[in-house]
Nanobody, 118 residues
Framework: QVQLVESGGGLVQAGGSLSLSCAAS????????MGWYRQAPGKQRELVAS???????AYADSVKGRFTISRDNAKNTVNLQMNSLKPEDTAVYYC????????????WGQGTQVTVSS
């Protein structure tokens, strides 16, 4: 089993920035892909960004150029730097992890709320 704990959510005005962090623990030796999903009220969960152990990244079109995912394999952490935030970025953000790149990932954190006010 893998445990994921997110931190860093909160309230920010449109145009502002937030940074999310996620710490992984447990049986992490086999984890390859880590990422962030989000779910807004009344909407389905969607992939925001993902990163492999080797550093290959992928982003949703809606966040390209504004969000940056990074990873520290030695510390078993993954971060999401969110800039130029928009009200439509408001959602619960979930850290995810898996051994392969599949949808949906196997392991999920408990989620952290990000609210962007207009």
């Amino acid at each position: 089993q893998v445990q994921l704990v997110e931190s860093g959510g909160g309230l920010v005005q449109a145009g502002g920035s937030l940074s999310l962090s996620c710490a992984a623990s447990g049986s992490i030796f086999a984890i390859n892909v880590m990422g962030w999903y989000r779910q807004a009220p009344g909407k389905q969960r969607e992939l925001v960004a993902s990163i492999t152990r080797r550093g290959n990244t992928a982003y949703a079109d809606s966040v390209k150029g504004r969000f940056t995912i990074s990873r520290d394999n030695a510390k078993n952490t993954v971060n999401l730097q969110m800039n130029s935030l928009k009200p439509e970025d408001t959602a619960v953000y979930y850290c995810t992890a898996d051994t392969i790149n599949r949808l949906p990932p196997i392991y999920w954190g408990q989620g952290t709320q990000v609210t962007v006010s207009s």
